[in-house]
Nanobody
């Protein structure tokens, strides 16, 4: 059974940093690209960052470029999102996603809440 468990969210002041983690199980983690999404109150879920299976390719939403860094550890089955220079508009529930591939369905974690506020 595929499982994605996010952690690391919390309350942080503007300009602060947080590091999110997503531990994966139930599939061959090292074979899949992974994504971080977020959903702010009253808004649609949006893609924040993407990382290829080998970490060679990374992409970011324009709103987080230069502030967020996605990384992964294929030995630990974990994908990370380092978030620096946080802004109030970064407040959202952050979700880890394993994409669909062939017969494998997309999978989501339950999310971790990030609140940026003074």
């Amino acid at each position: 059974q595929v499982q994605l468990v996010e952690s690391g969210g919390g309350l942080v002041q503007p300009g602060g940093s947080l590091r999110l983690s997503c531990v994966a199980s139930g599939f061959s983690f090292m074979r899949y690209p992974m994504m971080w999404y977020r959903q702010a109150p009253g808004k649609e879920r949006e893609l924040v960052a993407y990382i290829s299976s080998t970490s060679r390719s990374k992409e970011y939403a324009d709103s987080v470029k230069g502030r967020f860094t996605i990384s992964r550890d294929n030995l630990q089955n974990t994908v990370y999102l380092q978030m620096n220079m946080l802004k109030p508009e970064d407040t959202a529930v952050y979700y880890c996603q394993k994409p669909a591939a062939g017969a494998d369905a997309v999978a989501w974690g339950k999310g971790t809440l990030v609140t940026v506020s003074s």
